[in-house]
C-alpha cells in the first residue's frame, strides 16, 4: 500500500515537471522579445510547404533491405517563432530481401532542423500493411544531411511489421 502512495507521489511530480518544461518552451519567445535583435534560434526549417520529398535507402539487416517513399509537405508549426516542425503526409515501401516480406503504409512525418549544421530529425508513424501478414503499426525515424538545398544523405529507420535500416538520398521536386 505504501509503494502505490509513494508512485503517485512522484507521476504528480513527473506531471509538474511536464507542464513546466511545456510553458518553458512557450516562454522562450517572451524572453528573447526584451533583448531584440538578440534571440538566437538553434532550429531551422530546411523544407517549404508544397514541397514534394522523394526518398530511396538500402542496407542489409538479416539480408538486403530496400526503403522507398515520397510526402507532401503541408505546413509548418512554429512553435514560439523558435522551433520550426514540418509536418508532411506520405508513404512508405519497405522490402526484406532475406524474408521476402514487404511492408506499405500511410504516414503522417514531422521534421525538425537544425541551424548551421544542415542535419534534420524526422519522426513518421501510421497503420500499415505487412504482406502477407496483414495490418501493423507503422514507425519512420530518420537523419537527413543537406548537401544543398534539394539533396540530402539520409540515414532512416523503417518499421511496417519488420525492421528495415538504410543509407540514402532524398530529393526534392
Known amino acids: 500500500m505504501k509503494y502505490g502512495k509513494f508512485v503517485k507521489k512522484y507521476d504528480l511530480f513527473a506531471i509538474f515537471i511536464f507542464i513546466v518544461l511545456i510553458f518553458s518552451i512557450f516562454s522562450i519567445n517572451v524572453v528573447a522579445d526584451e533583448k531584440k535583435g538578440s534571440q ?32 507532401f509537405v503541408l505546413g509548418q508549426w512554429n512553435i514560439s517563432n523558435v522551433l520550426p516542425i514540418d509536418y508532411s503526409l506520405g508513404g512508405k515501401f519497405i522490402f526484406n530481401g532475406y524474408s521476402g516480406h514487404i511492408g506499405i503504409s500511410p ?26 501478414d496483414g495490418a501493423t503499426f507503422t514507425e519512420i525515424a ?28 532524398m530529393f526534392k521536386i
Do not use: R
Open 107 to 132: 504516414v503522417f512525418m514531422i521534421h525538425i532542423g537544425f541551424s548551421g549544421i544542415n542535419l534534420e530529425l524526422y519522426q513518421g508513424i501510421g497503420i500499415g500493411v505487412k504482406i502477407p
Open 40 to 71: 538566437k534560434s538553434y532550429f531551422t526549417s530546411y523544407l517549404s510547404t508544397n514541397d514534394l520529398c522523394i526518398y530511396i535507402s538500402s542496407g542489409f539487416l538479416l539480408g538486403f533491405t530496400l526503403n522507398a517513399g515520397a510526402e
Open 142 to 169: 530518420g537523419l537527413n544531411w543537406f548537401i544543398n538545398k534539394n539533396l540530402s544523405i539520409i540515414f532512416e529507420y523503417a518499421y511496417i511489421g519488420f525492421s528495415s535500416w538504410g543509407i540514402g538520398i
